[in-house]
């Protein structure tokens, strides 16, 4: 599973350059047959760091004050895949009428949430970097992603396969590609100037979808 | 082979045909009957090979299907997703596993394939699984599994393995069940074929060894880690053919009868056909013998008893020929019998020379008043029967009777070169039959009876003379009218002789040939009587008497 070993300190840097952002920069993603892949987490990881000092503390992310939302409808994970930041709190409401059993056996985020109709629990607050998987205990079929980043810069691709990464300052980086189709995180080097550069095109390898398939019947099984 | 008589040949004939005709038959039979198991087999070898593969299948899938159901156990999926868990605990935990779904092994893999736990002890069979699980993985369906067979242990195990999913795929769980004797016995129960199981030189397990000829048909079962095992599916050839096996003792049996039907039948056939002809050729011989008399019945009314209706005709055909020919013989001379047999009775006659005798009894007048009718004829009848046998042995025709005369030929109808010398012979001889049957005579104390011969020989017409309706064969001509006249002249008393004979009867008998009885004088002693005038005849005859 990635992990984003990532100091906190070089955020704190390359905020502090912010206002030498570049443009915003585009990635399109396809697949072997030129499909565009969506819910693929892009981020940018810097890899100059600046030199660390008691003047110049190292500081840590901000995350979004308010939670973020994977809620639970029509038996469905929504959204399917969710990149945050480290320290992000998230929460699950349940829209179904049916109860649900929310869990993960992640090494970054273990839980269990029962989840009933119309009951508010807590947010879980994911403090550590990492893809978190979550699955339902009654409803085999119900997968989501939480993909927990180090980094400010990063997107979800949409269905058209682009993911655009704005705010980043110039600089040498690191781009990860995380998708829950990759065998492991696409990693790659990229160095970002101030001028607006054409979007970069990566074609990547998926495996098959094993996602389990609900069945379409309700007397029939949960999969097959 | 070669048989003598019809009847061996009609019934060789009749069996080759019915004991040919089975034999084919049941040849024939014979092959489709083995033909039909040899199909018939070969149909329940592919059932069975079809059955095995779609019984291991279903197993397969029942153990997968159980296992997957359980893998979303959340204490089970907690505590073998966790990285944490010991050894003992997930083995504990795969036990668990196998006593659930049913399953004889379970073992839990890694995502890169190393094994975590197994239920089983004894080296790991981690080589075996792995393969199962690169499978599974490169698999593109949403379900991914993977199955193969796997040498463990000295077993042959049927190998499935499905994933762990918490949701994501975290490791991979491979069940497995023995290929054993129990599992082939389930494959006879429900194909009626039995099988072997072996590795290599090794049998791993096999059902009960049918009796007689096998046909057997490899299956090979591709394994993971090791060499493939082989499941050899085979069915008794003799078990297929026992029912056609009965049926063909009993195609024996009938076509071994039927030929010996065949055989009696054929036999009485050949018997009803043959012994008509035997007894028709029996009959042949008893016709060849001259017994027409006997006729031939057959009680039948095809060919051959139309051909003994043939036969009996001919008998009396033949029967009136020979009675014809016997009342020819009687009433003219056996020669003229046979003229006429070959030469049919018809008008006309030919010129040729012949010598004509004519005898005349002496006192046959007075012994005409002295006798009674009756008496007369016994007597006239013993008289001619010894000249007409004088005359005949000489060759002699006799002509006709007339009255107490006799008219005889010699040299017709059959030429005869000797024929005067034969009838001067002849009229020797009946001298001296007259003197012995006057001495017969004298014992019945009659008188004896006087004899006169004229002999002449002459050119003179011989053949069938009469009407169209009867006929006799006779001669005519100027001749016959000399040798009577001539005959008469032995009344003569100075003459003294009772034969007399023309000058060309005396002149013939010299120049001929000698007689082909050396017994006999060849030549006669002829006295000279001068010539006589012959009534209706200008030129007077010389005539001679015959002394000896």
Not at chain 1, 78 to 106: A, M, W
Request: glycine residues 6%.
């Amino acid at each position: 599973m990635p992990r984003l070993p990532l100091p906190a300190r070089w955020i704190f840097f390359a905020l502090a350059l912010a206002p030498f952002a570049t443009a915003a920069f585009e990635v399109k993603l396809t697949d072997a047959k030129g499909q565009p892949i969506a819910d693929a987490v892009v981020s940018l990881v810097p890899l100059d760091p600046p030199a660390v000092s008691p003047s110049n503390p190292p500081t840590k992310l901000t995350p979004p004050a308010a939670p973020l939302i994977v809620m639970q409808r029509g038996q469905e994970f929504i959204p399917y895949v969710t990149p945050i930041v480290v320290g992000s709190r998230v929460s699950f409401p349940n829209k179904d009428t049916e109860q649900h059993q929310c869990y993960s056996l992640s090494p970054a985020k273990k839980f269990t949430l029962p989840l009933y109709a119309g009951e508010d629990k807590a947010p879980i607050v994911f403090d550590q970097p990492g893809v978190v998987a979550l699955g339902c205990n009654i409803h085999d079929w119900m997968v989501a992603y939480i993909v927990v980043l180090e980094t400010p810069w990063f997107a979800l691709s949409t269905t058209a396969g682009t993911a655009t990464l704005a705010d980043a300052p110039p600089g040498r980086y690191r781009l990860e590609i995380w998708h829950p189709r990759l065998a492991k995180t696409d990693t790659r080097e990229l160095t970002l100037s101030s001028a607006t550069s054409a979007p970069l095109a990566i074609a990547l390898t998926l495996k098959p979808d094993r996602r389990i398939r609900r069945s379409t019947e309700k007397s029939g099984g949960g999969y097959k | 082979m070669r048989f003598r008589s019809f009847r061996a040949q009609l019934l060789a004939l009749i069996l080759t045909l019915t004991g040919g005709a089975q034999l084919v038959a049941f040849l024939l039979i014979a092959r489709v009957h083995r033909a039909d198991a040899h199909r018939e087999i070969d149909r329940q070898l592919t059932e069975a090979s079809r059955r095995f593969l779609k019984n291991v299948e279903q197993r397969n899938t029942d153990l997968a299907g159980r296992t997957e159901a359980l893998s979303f156990d959340t204490g089970l999926r907690e505590t073998l997703a966790a990285t944490t868990t010991d050894r003992d605990t997930l083995t504990s935990v795969m036990a668990n596993v196998r006593g659930r779904v049913g399953a004889s092994l379970a073992a839990l893999l890694s995502l890169e394939g190393k094994l975590l736990a197994e239920t089983r002890d004894g080296p790991s069979a981690e080589n075996i699984y792995r393969p199962l699980q690169l499978q599974a993985d490169a698999s593109e369906s949403p379900n991914p599994r993977a199955t193969s067979y796997g040498f463990i242990d000295g077993t042959l195990y049927s190998l499935t393995i499905v994933p762990l999913r918490a949701p994501d795929i975290v490791a991979w769980i491979a069940i497995g069940f023995p290929l054993d004797r129990a599992f082939l016995d389930e494959l006879h129960d429900s194909t009626g074929v039995e099988s072997l199981l072996r590795h290599g030189p090794t049998v791993l397990a096999t059902t009960a060894t049918p009796p007689g000829e096998l046909i057997s048909r490899p299956q090979i079962l591709p394994t993971t880690g090791s060499a493939p095992a082989t499941l050899e599916l085979r069915y008794s050839l003799d078990e297929k053919l026992a029912p056609a096996q009965r049926l063909e003792n009993v195609l024996l049996v009938v076509g071994a009868g039927s030929l010996l039907l065949a055989a009696l039948i054929g036999a009485g056939f050949a018997r009803r056909l043959t012994r008509p002809v035997q007894q028709l050729a029996a009959h042949t011989a008893v016709i060849a013998r001259g017994d027409y008399a006997t006729t031939i019945t057959l009680d039948r009314t095809d060919e051959l008893g139309r051909l003994a209706e043939s036969f009996n005709r001919m008998s009396a055909g033949l029967a009136e020929r020979d009675r014809v020919r016997d009342l020819l013989d009687k009433n003219v001379s056996p020669e003229v019998a046979a003229q006429l047999m070959r030469d049919g009775a018809t008008l006309g006659g030919e010129e040729r020379e012949v010598t004509i005798l004519f005898a005349d009894l002496r006192g046959f007048t007075t012994l005409s008043e002295q006798l009674p009718p009756r008496e007369l004829l016994t007597l006239l009848n013993r008289y001619l029967d010894r000249m007409s046998a004088a005359i005949e042995e000489q060759g002699g025709v006799i002509d006709k009777f007339i009255g107490d005369a006799i008219m005889a030929l010699f040299g017709a109808p059959v030429a005869q070169s000797d024929a005067p010398s034969r009838a001067l012979a002849a009229a020797l001889a009946m001298e001296r039959a007259l003197v012995a049957f006057n001495a017969e005579l004298a014992t019945e104390g009659r008188a004896p009876l006087g004899i006169g011969i004229g002999i002449n020989t002459a050119r003179i017409v011989a053949g069938n003379i009469g009407s169209h309706r009867r006929l006799n064969y006779s001669v005519i001509g100027d001749g016959v009218n000399v040798a009577a006249r001539i005959e008469s002249l032995t009344r003569t008393p100075e003459y003294r002789t009772s034969i007399i004979a023309t000058a060309a009867t005396m002149a013939a008998s010299q120049v001929g040939p000698v007689s082909d009885r050396p017994s006999e004088k060849a030549v006669r002693t002829f006295r000279p009587l001068g010539t006589v005038p012959v009534k209706g005849r200008a030129e007077p005859v010389e005539i001679f008497a015959v002394d000896g």
